[in-house]
Structures are given as structure tokens and as C-alpha cells.
């Protein structure tokens, strides 16, 4: 390019520098997928920092994840070399308003070392709370609490600010005392749900005045990601923050909101100009990332939503494959050819880091995991939640948790018999007692009441031993590594000879997990680093090692791309979701839509729509219909393929009676009349017997059809 053009800015299209140079004021930028939202939003914080404005430490700048917050970090450091430096405050809304919390955990009652609980600790520790005050839990569940208590957070609603309304959905009423004894005991284990970052945040910008102008000042500049899926409290927070100097850039896409069930709120983007008047308001048009037909695809699907901003999309590409729609036979059949695709694709030279595999929901990843396993593809599962929730890993981090913060109950009450100790739960019992009766924390609790002659010898000595080990590893915490720590734990405890001893492959390979965590530690200088990585990072990210295909739901895909995407599971129940479609509303059908045009937005070359004519669920075959969204997408941008006649071509328009070879079996079906009827998923799940017939007729037809020519049927 123009050597006088600095290199962040070199590749910009006029509308991207427009922003890019509009530094002072509201800046709106409201496009379509792959137009260079994110891209510009780089170049601008290049911009900003090259040409002086700001200190890199005076821009705040929020990602969807901390993957992305990496890449941007890298990019910019690309283009600016040392002056990047500093970035302090470049990421996830969680991960930035934990950073802050450290600094002001005293102001809601905490203290800085505090602990982030998972949603794992956030039932156990509502479920205690139900039964201690006499409520049942089978009719009112701590998880339902848990969700009303996330939507209030999300809201930025603190117990006192609900009204009457809210408070009566849970136990007639009680739902606002719950939520008030939960934030006490959350305070008295100094702990914090992932919510409270941010409510705790707002709450301290709202009651201390001087903290918010202290960062108002700092922060020079604003710029906000995916701003279509922010929540009320993340509005709420940056409104403040923003309005002192107003230097706020945001860029999103209303067509790519998914997150209204975590309380996202479209709304927030589309009334950005009112918030801030005088936005300048700048349209991307031109997409970089895909070929023509899978913008056609993806825009022909948008269109059938009520709710959006007609955007137009263009690219200068000309070529490129239709997306594909292949309807298989069941989920292995699917697996199988997934697999069979991605190998083929590397055999013609395609990156595996360049193919991903987008799921509407996390079980279905399995079924790839063990094709890909069997042939040894390499994969990565994105989304994390394997790994670290895995019984030996929690157990790990339940013993770094107790060793940083002796005050953490949860994790103490994880593994003060694990491994086995001969500890039962009446001792348990004697401990809580004593830790109430004390208002001490459980483990310092039971170590007094070791030393008392409440407990039986053995327990007494066993618990004493215990909680010594843990002042020693706790000294040793000041001066080993987190990883070294954690082995020394594995190994003192017993932990990693109980694994030895069982010589099983399943033992082994938790064996094989907790080196993996070690070698995870080693990158972390202090224990507590490595704990808040932990418990921010893993609802999204994995490490990048070598070249894998991803899998991940649709949801973590938001803002990413792929060369090659496959999606699997395009069938009424799975996508759209039961879910969606038992709620029946027209909203959650088009967040289900929008959905689908984020997941085949997320393709540069090639996209693959799956469909499988039957699927196990819940240890059941049912027949499946195709998803009403393949329907939707214009025939003009779209190749169908099937390997079978059975179930999933029957209600293509391009399938006549005649042509039918299997008529007579699917007349009788019910799917035919009224397959777009959410009831019929439901239908099918309760009756028994007929389901049973109604494999057995598939059955059928796979075996006649085995004896017809593949290639009248399989197109490509
Ligand atoms: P999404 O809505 O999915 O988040 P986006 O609008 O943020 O998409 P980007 O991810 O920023 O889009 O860009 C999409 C692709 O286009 C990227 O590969 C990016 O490098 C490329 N790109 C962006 N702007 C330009 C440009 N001006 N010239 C060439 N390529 C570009
Ligand atoms: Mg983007």
C-alpha cells in the first residue's frame, strides 16, 4: 500500500476509515456479518494510541470473549510494536469488571482476594439455603432461583430494587429474601457469582461517586464490540462510564443478537442515537469474509424475521460452491460424514484450524468426538466446559481455591474426604454446626473442633491432619509455582495414588487431565492468577495448540470465521431448539433465526447444512423433520444431497409422489401435514409404540434403498 498510510489503517474501505478517524464523540456503527465491524474497531484503537490520543491504558475496550480481546491485543501490537503496551483494560465485560472489583472489593463488602463461584457452587449453595429455611426444593428448585437471581443481576437489579411483581415467581413471594440471604452468604464466604461482577461494579459507580469519576477520567476512550447482545447491567455500566466525555464507539449488528435468554437487549443498539445525540452513524456494506452464496443464504434466511434493519450486503467475490444441504440417516451417519468431508478437505490441502463445527446445543458434540476419535481427527471442543468440569479437575482447583481463600466453604466441602478419608457426612454435619455456631469458615471451624472432644478420635486426627497440610501448602504457595504446588498437592494428599491404584483407562486419563491442568498452571506467575483464569476463562476459550477442528456451539462462534463450516442438526427439536419451539413465541423462533444466519455468516468458502432423518434422544429413537430454516434458504444459493429417501427429503417440493420409491411408507406419516407442529417432536416422544413402528418402516426404506443406484439420489 501507500507508504504514507500507517499499516493499521492501510486495508480500511472509506466507510471503515470514516470511523476509524471519527475519534471524538459517539460513534455508531451499525452492519451486517463479516462487513469489518471488528476490524475497524482494531484500526481505531491502533489510531488512537499511534497518533497519541490516549495511552493504551486509557481505553477501554470490551470483546464478546477473551479470545477475541487476544486476537485484538495481537493485531494491535502487530501494528504498533512496544507502544501497545499496556492494555490494560482490553476485554470480556467480566473479565474487566473482576480486574476492577479486586481494587474495590471493600466498597460492597469483600475483601480482594475474593473467589468467583461457578454455577456448580451457586445450586449447592442455594440448595442450603432452601432447606435451612424450610422451603422444598423439589417444588421450588434452586435452579430456577439461580436463573431468577441471574435475570435480576443481568438487569442490574439488587434485592431491594425489586417490586412486587418480580418477587412473587418464586415460593409465593419469598424470592426477594432468597436473593437477600444468598448476597449475605455469598459476602460471608467472600465470594461472587458471575453476575455480581457487574452488579457490584454498577453498585459502586452508582454509591461512590469518586470511583466512577476516577475512571471516567481514565478512560479516555471507549470502544464496545457486538454491542447488540449487551444486557441492561452492561448498558447501564458503560452509560455511566461513557458520559463524561462521550468518546464512545460501538458497532454491532441487530441480525446477530443470541443472547436475549442471558438478557441481551437488542434495543440497546437500536437506540444508541438517542442515548448519545449526535452519533455519527456509519453502514458497512461490503463483506470481506464469504462467497456470494452464503451471503445469499444467510440473507434470504434473515429476511423471514419481523424485527430487523434491512442491511445490504455485498462482496466483490464471484465465485464460490452453493451451500450445501445433505440430509443423512441418523447421527453416526452424520458424524461419518463429517468426518469423511473434513478428511477429504485436508487431502486437498485445507487447514483443520480452518474447519469448525457449529452446534446449536453442547451435547451434540459428542457424537463428533467419537468419530473423530476412532479415525483420529484431531479436534478441539471451544466452549471449555469439558475439561474443566470434570470430577478430578474440580477437585484440583476445590483444593487451590481452599489454599488462596481459607474462607472458600464450597471448595472445602468438595474434598475434605476426597480422596476417601474415612470423614462421613455426620462429621460434615459437626462441622457446619460448628462453623454456625462460630461464624467462622468451615475449614478453620473444623479445625477447632478437631481440637475439642466433640468429634470422634480417628475424625478429630484425620481433619487435624488435614487442615495442617493446608497451612503447609499454603507457606509453599509463597515460594513454588502454582503448577509445582499443584502437584505437591496431587501428591500429599494421595490424590494421584488413588488414580495409580485404580488401573483403569478411565483413572489414566484423569491422570493425563490433571498433568494437563499442571501444564495450564505453568504459565501463570501466582496462584491467584491462575484461579481467576480459570473461573473467567473457560465458559469460552481453549487454548490454540496446533491445528485442530473446532467445535463449538453457534453461540461462541459469534464474531468468528472459518474457511469451512459444518452444521449439524438441522432438525425441528434441535434446531430450532424444543426449547424455542415449545415456548412458541414468535421471538425466541427468530433469535433461533438469527442464530442460524450468525452460524452460516461464520463461513469464508464453504458451508454444510446436516439434517439426519432419525436420532437417538434420551436413549430413544424418534424420527426427525428438517429444520423449517432450511426451507427458508433461497433455492437459488443452496445444493441438496441425501443419502437416503426415508424421513428427511420426503417434504422437499422437488420430491413427487411418484419419483417417491417409499410413498406407501411415509402416506400414513404424520410429519407430512403438519411438520411444522411443535407438538409433533412431543408427539413423538410419548408414544411408545409408535415410534417403535415407525423405525422399524425407516428401517425399511434404508434396506431398499441400499439396492438403488447411489447416484440417482446423492448429487456431488
Ligand atoms: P461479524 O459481524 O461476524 O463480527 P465483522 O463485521 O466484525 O463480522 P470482521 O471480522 O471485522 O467483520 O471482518 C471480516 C473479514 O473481513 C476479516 O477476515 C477481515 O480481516 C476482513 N476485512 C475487514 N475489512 C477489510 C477490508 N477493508 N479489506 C479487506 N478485508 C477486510
Ligand atoms: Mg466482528
Avoid at 432452601?130 to 432461583?145: G, M, Y
Avoid at 463428533?368 to 482447583?397: H, K, M, N, P
Avoid at 415449545?582 to 450468525?598: C, M, N, T
Amino acid at each position: 500500500g501507500d507508504a504514507s498510510v500507517p499499516s493499521y489503517a492501510a486495508r480500511l474501505n472509506p466507510p471503515q476509515r470514516e470511523a476509524v478517524l471519527a475519534t471524538e464523540g459517539p460513534v455508531l456503527m451499525l452492519a451486517g456479518a463479516g462487513t469489518g465491524k471488528t476490524a475497524a474497531l482494531t484500526a481505531r484503537l491502533a489510531h488512537l494510541v499511534a497518533t497519541g490520543r490516549a495511552w493504551p491504558s486509557q481505553i477501554l475496550c470490551v470483546t464478546f470473549t477473551n479470545r477475541a480481546a487476544r486476537e485484538m491485543r495481537e493485531r494491535v501490537a502487530g501494528h504498533l510494536g512496544d507502544m501497545a503496551e499496556g492494555m490494560q483494560w482490553l476485554g470480556t465485560f467480566h473479565s474487566i469488571c473482576a480486574k476492577m472489583l479486586r481494587r474495590h472489593a471493600e466498597l460492597v463488602g469483600l475483601q480482594q482476594n475474593y473467589t468467583i463461584i461457578d454455577t456448580d457452587d451457586q445450586l449447592r449453595l442455594l440448595k442450603q439455603l432452601i432447606t435451612e429455611n424450610d422451603l422444598d426444593e423439589k417444588r421450588w428448585p434452586a435452579r430456577q432461583l439461580a436463573g431468577l437471581i441471574d435475570r435480576w443481576k443481568n438487569r442490574g437489579l439488587n434485592p431491594e430494587d425489586l417490586d412486587a411483581a418480580e418477587n412473587e415467581s418464586y415460593a409465593n413471594g419469598r424470592g426477594q429474601q432468597f436473593y437477600r440471604l444468598y448476597q449475605e452468604r455469598l459476602k460471608a464466604l467472600n465470594a461472587c457469582d458471575f453476575g455480581d461482577l457487574m452488579l457490584h461494579m454498577l453498585n459502586i459507580f452508582r454509591r461512590h461517586r469518586e470511583v466512577l469519576e476516577d475512571y471516567q477520567r481514565r478512560f479516555k476512550y471507549i470502544l464496545v464490540d457486538e454491542y447488540q447482545d449487551t444486557n441492561a447491567v452492561q448498558y447501564l455500566w458503560l452509560r455511566l462510564l461513557a458520559q463524561a466525555h462521550k468518546n464512545i464507539c460501538v458497532v454491532g449488528d441487530d441480525d446477530q443478537s443470541i443472547y436475549s435468554w442471558r438478557g441481551a437487549e437488542v434495543a440497546n443498539i437500536l437506540k444508541f442515537e438517542k442515548d448519545f445525540p449526535g452519533a455519527k452513524v456509519v453502514k458497512l456494506e461490503q463483506n470481506y469474509r464469504s462467497t456470494p452464496h452464503i451471503l445469499g443464504a444467510a440473507s434470504g434466511l434473515i429476511r423471514a424475521n419481523s424485527e430487523r434493519h434491512e442491511k445490504t450486503l455485498w462482496t466483490e467475490v464471484n465465485h464460490g460452491e452453493k451451500v450445501r444441504v445433505i440430509g443423512v440417516w441418523d447421527g453416526p451417519e452424520e458424524a461419518r460424514r463429517v468426518g469423511e468431508e473434513i478428511e477429504r478437505l485436508e487431502r486437498e490441502g485445507a487447514r483443520l484450524d480452518q474447519v469448525a463445527i457449529l452446534v446449536r446445543a453442547q451435547y451434540q458434540t459428542r457424537e463428533f468426538e467419537d468419530r473423530f476419535i476412532q479415525i483420529g481427527l484431531g479436534y478441539r471442543i471451544v466452549g471449555g466446559f469439558r475439561f474443566y468440569e470434570r470430577a478430578e479437575i474440580r477437585d484440583a482447583l476445590a483444593y487451590l481455591r481452599v489454599i488462596a481463600q481459607p474462607q472458600d466453604d464450597l471448595a472445602f466441602e468438595r474434598i475434605y474426604n476426597q480422596p476417601k478419608r474415612g470423614l462421613g457426612a455426620k462429621t460434615l454435619e459437626k462441622m457446619h454446626l460448628h462453623a454456625r455456631r462460630t461464624g467462622m469458615p468451615l475449614a478453620a471451624a473444623s479445625l477447632q473442633l478437631a481440637d475439642s472432644d466433640e468429634l470422634p478420635a480417628r475424625a478429630a486426627a484425620t481433619i487435624g491432619a488435614l487442615l495442617r497440610q493446608f497451612l503447609h501448602w499454603r507457606e509453599q504457595a509463597e515460594q513454588v509455582t502454582p503448577a509445582d504446588l499443584l502437584r505437591m498437592v496431587l501428591d500429599e494428599t494421595g490424590y494421584s495414588e488413588m488414580l495409580q491404584k485404580e488401573r483403569t483407562a478411565e483413572a489414566a486419563g484423569r491422570l493425563e487431565n490433571l498433568s494437563e491442568l499442571a501444564r495450564a498452571m505453568e504459565e501463570y506467575e501466582t496462584l491467584g492468577d491462575f484461579l481467576e483464569h480459570v473461573s473467567l476463562v473457560m465458559d469460552n476459550d481453549a487454548a490454540d495448540d496446533g491445528e485442530k477442528v473446532t467445535i463449538m456451539t453457534m453461540h461462541a462462534a459469534k464474531g468468528l470465521e472459518f474457511d469451512h463450516v459444518f452444521l449439524p442438526g438441522w432438525e425441528e427439536g434441535v434446531f430450532p431448539s424444543q426449547r424455542a419451539l415449545d415456548e412458541g413465541g414468535l421471538a425466541s423462533l427468530e433469535e433461533e433465526r438469527r442464530l442460524a444466519y450468525v452460524a452460516i455468516t461464520r463461513a469464508r468458502r464453504r458451508c454444510t447444512i446436516l439434517h439426519a432423518a432419525n436420532r437417538r434422544i434420551y436413549g430413544q429413537w424418534t424420527s426427525s423433520i428438517p429444520s423449517r430454516f432450511i426451507e427458508e434458504l433461497p433455492a437459488e444459493h443452496i445444493d441438496q444431497h441425501t443419502t437416503l429417501t426415508g424421513g428427511a427429503s420426503l417434504w422437499r417440493a422437488n420430491w413427487t409422489e411418484s419419483e417417491d420409491p417409499f410413498a406407501h411408507v411415509s402416506r400414513d406419516r404424520p410429519e407430512r401435514s403438519s411438520h411444522r407442529g411443535p407438538g409433533w417432536q412431543r408427539a413423538l416422544s410419548t408414544g411408545y409404540e409408535t415410534k417403535q413402528v415407525r423405525v422399524r418402516e425407516n428401517t425399511r426404506s434404508a434396506a431398499s434403498f441400499a439396492a438403488k443406484p447411489r447416484s440417482d439420489i446423492v448429487i456431488g
